[in-house]
Structure formats: structure tokens, C-alpha cells
């Protein structure tokens, strides 16, 4: 009884945590690490520029011998001034437009967008199926699901920024179908 205190006490003077608390943060680290190890592949696609942040570049797969493959994402603008989304490159295609859809005498038609699209200060501009969107022309090869492309976006004040497109399936629509839609080359 007056041998186990004072080890008790030299024990706690240390500063040595009691086993079961060095096996919690044991895991706790592991865990931590296990987590981070997997969120690049998952979920960290989303790229940054000035103060622009571009949010899940996606494509979708095209049938054997398309010409023509759309490009979306979402762009914020954390800055205080807006900025414009000029041009489009990639490996893929000889060009990428951005294009608007729009509704004609009752008819769905898509038109590219003159002058670049605006980023407004402090809000975001999301391309998607049926809106504005990105249009990949004169594919060189069909994109193929579960890959991912590069691009590279160039903005009026933000300058240029490589991003990946990730490619989805044929069947991905998003808010709006445009399968139909005839582009123009
Ligand atoms: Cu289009």
C-alpha cells in the first residue's frame, strides 16, 4: 500500500496518459489519417484561381463518332469585383464554346455567348445541362466514363487555370436534357 502510491504519483508526474486513452488517439490519428488519405479521390475536385473558385468540371460520354460534348461546373467569385469567363481549351476538341440556351418561337435553340460570362462580385454562375453550358466541338476522341479530361479556363482578371473534367454517363442529364440538340459546328 505505501510502495503503490508514490509509483502512482511518480506515474502521474510523468505525464504519461494510461494506456486505453494512448490507444484512443492512436486511432483517433489513424482514423484522421484514413480520412485524408481518401478525400482527394472523392471529393476534393474543385479548383481555384484569384478569387474564383471552380466547383466539379463534368462531362458526359458520347456515342461512337460524336462530334460534340458538353462541359459543366460552377464558378464562384469570392472576390469584389466581377470578373469573365473568356475562353476554353482542351486536348479533347479543336474548340470549346460556351453556349446559352435559350427558347425561340416555342423552339429550344442554343447560341454562343458573345463577350466571355460575366462572374457577378461575390456570386457564382453554374453551368449546367439546359443553361449555360460549355460545348466541346470537333472531339478528336469520345470521352469516356469515369475518366477525367484536362482543360484549361481563362478568366478576363483571374487569368488562366487548369481544371479536369470528370466524365459521367451517357445518361446524365442533370436539370435538363439537350441530347437532341443539334450543335452547331
Ligand atoms: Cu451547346
Known amino acids: 500500500m505505501s510502495n503503490l502510491l508514490p509509483k502512482a504519483q511518480a ?6 496518459p494510461p494506456f486505453h486513452l494512448q490507444l484512443r488517439v ?13 478525400i482527394p479521390a472523392a471529393l476534393a475536385h474543385e479548383f481555384k484561381v484569384g478569387d474564383l473558385e471552380i466547383e466539379h468540371p463534368w462531362s458526359r460520354a458520347t456515342p461512337p463518332g460524336a462530334k460534340v460534348a458538353g462541359g459543366y461546373f460552377t464558378v464562384i467569385n469570392k472576390g469584389s469585383a466581377p470578373d469573365r469567363l473568356l475562353s476554353i481549351s482542351s486536348d479533347i476538341s479543336d474548340k470549346a464554346e460556351l453556349h446559352q440556351m435559350g427558347v425561340k418561337d416555342g423552339v ?13 462580385a461575390g456570386g ?12 466541346f466541338t470537333g472531339l478528336k476522341r469520345q470521352p469516356k466514363q469515369g475518366e477525367k479530361f484536362p482543360a484549361t479556363l481563362t478568366f478576363e482578371k483571374a487569368g488562366s487555370v487548369k481544371v479536369e473534367f470528370a466524365v459521367e454517363g451517357m445518361g446524365e442529364t ?12
Open 124 to 135: 457564382k454562375v453554374a453551368l449546367t445541362p439546359g443553361a449555360y453550358h460549355l460545348m
Open 108 to 120: 429550344m435553340t442554343m447560341r454562343p455567348v458573345e463577350g466571355g460570362l460575366e462572374i457577378p
Open 11 to 16: 506515474f502521474a508526474l510523468r505525464g504519461a
Open 26 to 38: 492512436g486511432l483517433a490519428v489513424l482514423s484522421l489519417f484514413l480520412l485524408l488519405a481518401c
Open 174 to 185: 442533370g436539370s435538363g436534357d439537350m441530347g437532341d440538340m443539334d450543335h452547331a459546328e
